[in-house]
């Protein structure tokens, strides 16, 4: 094997290490960024005088066509030439000749690089945020048309307190929002260029970084070239917020799974986010779901992966940071395929209301509410709890509901029951008296779905 930069050596690289040190088959992908970084170096460099303006203008007429190439599939990506960058790198020379061996002036693969990725990781972020809000709104849409469900509210997946359903949906939408911020806050961070930074320490070519920075449409310069070659910083962030976003995505599974169970009962998917068994003829499984769930773990594992990559790395640029590649691009793919699929399938989700009353009829969710109740003669809340609880494990052993119970009955915990109890433990009326801002009332929901709307579409 002949060697990629060979100058200084005398003979070449064994076979191994050529297959162990090339990137250009996952790196590939990257060429419209490096491209475009290319175009915007090259334009610099020929109108600070640093080559020729007609270099300048043959590199980048060059890199134009080899992208055109690219695209139509027509470029054959070399191993032996590592990478992408050395792969778009030769085939300009081999077009141009000698002006495409002026184009690595003044940089180092190493700022190159870690601008390729930041274009990159942009424009993922941007799609990332579209999707964000496309699901957020099939969530909105979802609760809107179902604003007078109720279901039971679960804590430790025990009945709790009846709520809306759309109360229940508006949560999901309150963490993606959160996600949407987490990716906006962090395109900031991203969209800084390290391009000047060359090998570690900069250049000694009279470069105008700023020229660069505004044909890339980034907002700020890297501060130090030292730094900059060797901060992945931004890429374990976007596998963060990609994991958190996942577990979201992974908790409504999750709910998907079981709602969908006959069970509960309370869903049915669309038959085209569902699949058959190949055994059993009944079955129509909620794989969708099971698949985003288990795809969470390989988006965890990616940041496993970025956070143990850096942690050993004296400054500045390692061979390591080309590990950084394969977990970001899957991260990535899988995020934007999850968020994608997930709002197609909400639309299709049926909500069975009637399941989802009677499932609020049972276990005893009226309790908080009748102890309540107490208070408001006069009882104070220990004491009503107590009460309440023993109405409980009485309609319990009779086999009968809260509402079931008449007053004479009622009466027997506590005289402080009048006839006016039974209103207060209709399902409707426990939602409705939840009446603060956050809380599951109609009317509190329907301000909350109406802010939600508003502030997407800012
Ligand atoms: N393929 C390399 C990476 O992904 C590009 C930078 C290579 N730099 C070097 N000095 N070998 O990190």
Redesign the pocket.
Known sequence: MSKLWGGRFEGGVDALVERLGE?VSF?ARLAPWDIRGSLAHARMLGDCGIITRKDAQAIQRGLKDVLKDIEAGKLAWDQKL??V?TNIESALVARIGDAGKRLHTGR???D??ATDVRLWARDQVDTILQLLKALQLRLLDAAEAHLDVILPGFTHLQHAQPVLLAHHLHAYVEMFRRDHERFTQLRGRINVMPLGSAAMAGTPYPINREQVAKELGFEAISANSMDAVSDRDHLIEFCANASICMMHLSRMCEELILWSSPEFGYIEIGEAFTTGSSIMPQKRNPDVAELVRGKTGRVYGSLTSLLTLLKGLPLT?N?D??E??EPVFDTSDTLQLSLEVFARMIPSIAFHRDAMAEAARAGFMEATDLADYLVTKGVPFREAHGVSGRAVLYCSKQGKTLPELTLDELRVFSPKFEADVHKVLDAKAIVSRRDNPGATAPRRVKAALKLARKRISK
């Open positions: 990137s790196d590592e990478d960058h180092s693969r190493n190159q690089i640029y061979r940071l080309q950084d590649k």
